[in-house]
């Protein structure tokens, strides 16, 4: 083989080689497309090229690289692929036809540098093309230098095709996360229905659920869960007395203090709420073992199950310290809620009793912060109602309890 040829294969090559690099690496679309030019031009010794990206969908060619042509990329060219640049293969499949693809280019693009044009096909379908100007040399293009720019556009048209696969991915990718987002809000709505219809059937404690879910979403939050398990703790509030739905309306709203009889009725609903929620395929774990769990004790002293300690889920033993003081902070038939003070001491007596002193904990700090404006909006400010917590010995209080429970300092532990 003459030297002459020898070093125009191994420059050849070395054009692959780079241009296979350029490829691998380069993350940047644009820049991928534009370095690949710049192989094929450097290997050819051609001063002027472009190519473009074919958007089969818009029926154009959009250029993403050029040299020589001036600073900005030619402008968007619309082109449609004619059915005379396509033929029948022998296993029946459309398949284009580069000669006849390349007259019609030609055609469509005449102020551009056209010495080559080379169709970049991919599987049987356009995905751009290659158009170079003249040799710097003046040399006419032989036949092994059309070989070399097909070789270098195969590459090039590969990754032109892996991008719009991307890109198609990408988009696919979007409208699913909207539809997710979509089912999601969907699911929500459903559950503040669910809630509402709930709280309906208790005239004495409309927004009740409402309120503990926005209760256990803030508890979860201090406690440094994530959106996803927040989300799920506030369904869970949402949801936690769906099993009163089977109790008779008469008895969960009697203006009195119901009999044993009574209390043995109404305390079947925590069960019945697992019942009803465990057939459901709920996006957040756990759900029915939280409406199931809500009426457990620290000390074992709960219902249904009598669990105790860490036999109980800590989402559990949130919504039951969101459902106990709302049920403090607010009227109901048969005494007038607490003031502040009052919870205060409730907390302090049964924290390691009823109620987790971690959660006691967060829920504590959450009030402080919003009570001495360092978090906004004060979501727990707004439900208590204007006046609850603006006495000035409340950031005390709640400082003094935080500094007892952090210590493990709680009556339960004092007496064994």
């Known amino acids: 083989m003459p030297d002459s040829r020898m070093t125009k294969v191994l420059h050849a090559f070395a054009a692959l080689a780079d241009l296979g690099e350029e490829i691998a690496e380069t993350s940047d679309f644009e820049e991928m497309v534009s370095s690949a030019l710049h192989v094929v031009l450097g290997a050819l010794g051609i001063r002027r090229g472009a190519v473009a990206e074919y958007d089969a969908r818009l ?8 040299r020589g042509l001036g600073e900005a990329h030619p402008p968007d060219v619309a082109f449609t692929c004619d059915e005379a640049a396509t033929h029948r293969s022998g296993d029946g499949q459309l398949r284009l036809d580069a000669s006849a693809l390349e007259k019609e280019i030609r055609a469509a693009l005449p102020d551009l540098p056209a010495e080559s044009v080379m169709p970049l096909v991919v599987r049987g379908e356009l995905v751009g093309v290659i158009l170079l100007g003249a040799k710097a040399s003046d040399e006419a293009f032989n036949a092994e230098d059309h070989e070399l720019v097909r070789t270098l556009g195969r590459h090039i048209g590969v990754g032109l095709h892996n991008h719009r696969l991307l890109r198609e991915l990408e988009h696919r990718a979007e409208e699913n996360r909207r539809l997710y987002d979509d089912l999601r809000a969907i699911y929500q709505d459903t559950v503040r229905a669910f809630a509402a219809a709930i709280d309906c059937k ?8 409402e309120r503990v879910g926005k209760y256990s979403e803030i508890i979860a939050r201090e406690l440094g869960w994530g959106d996803q398990e927040v989300e799920g703790i506030a369904v869970a509030g949402y949801l936690h007395d769906i099993g009163k739905l089977v109790v008779d309306r008469d008895i969960i709203n009697a203006p009195y203090k119901i009999d044993a009889k009574q209390s043995s009725e109404l305390n079947r609903h925590p069960a019945a709420g697992y019942e009803i929620l465990r057939p459901i395929n709920h996006p957040y774990a756990d759900i029915p073992l939280m409406a199931r769990y809500h009426h457990e004790r620290i000390d074992g002293r709960g219902y249904p199950d009598g669990l105790k300690g860490d036999q109980i889920p800590l989402g559990a033993k949130i919504v039951t310290l969101a459902d106990s003081f709302d049920a403090m902070t607010t009227d109901r038939p048969y005494k007038r809620r607490r003031a502040f003070a009052e919870v205060i001491e409730d907390f302090r007596f049964n924290s390691g009793k009823q109620f987790a002193p971690e959660v006691v904990i967060a829920l504590c700090r959450a009030i402080l912060k919003e009570v001495n404006g360092q978090v906004r909006p004060r979501q727990i400010v707004k ?7 603006e006495s000035e010995r409340v950031p005390a209080m709640l400082e003094e309890l935080i500094v007892e429970l952090e210590a493990g300092d709680t009556l339960a532990a004092r007496h064994g």
């Open 202 to 209: 208790d005239k004495y404690t409309q927004g009740h659920s």
């Open 383 to 389: 439900l208590l109602g204007k006046g609850y917590l």
């Open 59 to 66: 029926s154009l060619f959009r250029f993403v690289a050029s």
